[in-house]
T-cell receptor
């Protein structure tokens, strides 16, 4: 049981390049989330999904797109990377959509945009 | 929207010292309250949670009590260890939209 995995672990992009971050979970969770973590800012929600084939915007969605074609995978895309997108990205999943459900986090992807 | 005010760090303690990290929140509805911990180079993991007023969450010697009247969820540990060095995040799961709202995190360093 691997839990939540993320690929890649590190990436350096030039401004304007595109990339996709992959998140996979093997816990059969319905709900998945993408966050970014910046120094002194805590975690901020980018996009989330409440089930296969659904996506919704979070707190900071601009410049990102997501897809949830399979229940176990949640992809985060950057179409034209900008230096402001330099951050650590975390994927998470949860069994339910309720106030007491714990979120399980992946190990993170460190992205640098030059 | 929901918000969290968390004690600013960094916090540096000696081994076996007492730890308190303050957390207060604002949330619509009736949130659950979580503390997550992030060890160096890792993702976040749940440390403890409380789902109703006066509940005490506990794990690994850490405790926090849900205080509805003061909208607080302060984290405490009686005797910290070097292995407790990490960043700690307070997070209500809000009342009206079930999303986690994270505090800015408190870096704890425990010296031997």
């Amino acid at each position: 049981n691997a839990g939540v995995t993320q690929t890649p672990k590190f990436r350096v992009l030039k401004t304007g390049q595109s990339m996709t971050l992959l998140c996979a979970q093997d816990m059969n969770h319905e709900y998945m989330y993408w966050y970014r973590q910046d120094p002194g800012m805590g975690l901020r929600l980018i996009h989330y999904s409440v089930g296969e084939g659904t996506t919704a915007k979070g707190e900071v969605p601009d410049g990102y797109n997501v897809s949830r074609l399979k229940k176990q995978n949640f992809l985060l895309g950057l179409e034209s990377a900008a230096p402001s997108q330099t951050s650590v990205y975390f994927c998470a999943s949860s069994y339910g959509w309720g106030r007491s459900y714990e979120q399980y986090f992946g190990p993170g992807t460190r992205l640098t945009v030059t | 929207g929901d918000s969290v005010t968390q004690m600013e760090g960094p916090v540096t303690l000696s081994e076996e010292a007492f730890l308190t990290i303050n957390c207060t929140y604002t949330a619509t509805g009736y949130p659950s309250l979580f503390w997550y911990v992030q060890y160096p180079g890792e993702g976040l993991q749940l440390l403890l949670k409380a789902t109703k007023a006066d509940d005490k969450g506990s794990n690994k010697g850490f405790e926090a009590t849900y205080r509805k009247e003061t909208t607080s969820f302060h984290l405490e540990k009686g005797s910290v260890q070097v292995s407790d060095s990490a960043v700690y995040f307070c997070a209500p799961s809000g009342g009206s939209n079930y999303k986690l709202t994270f505090g800015k995190g408190t870096l704890l360093t425990v010296n031997p």
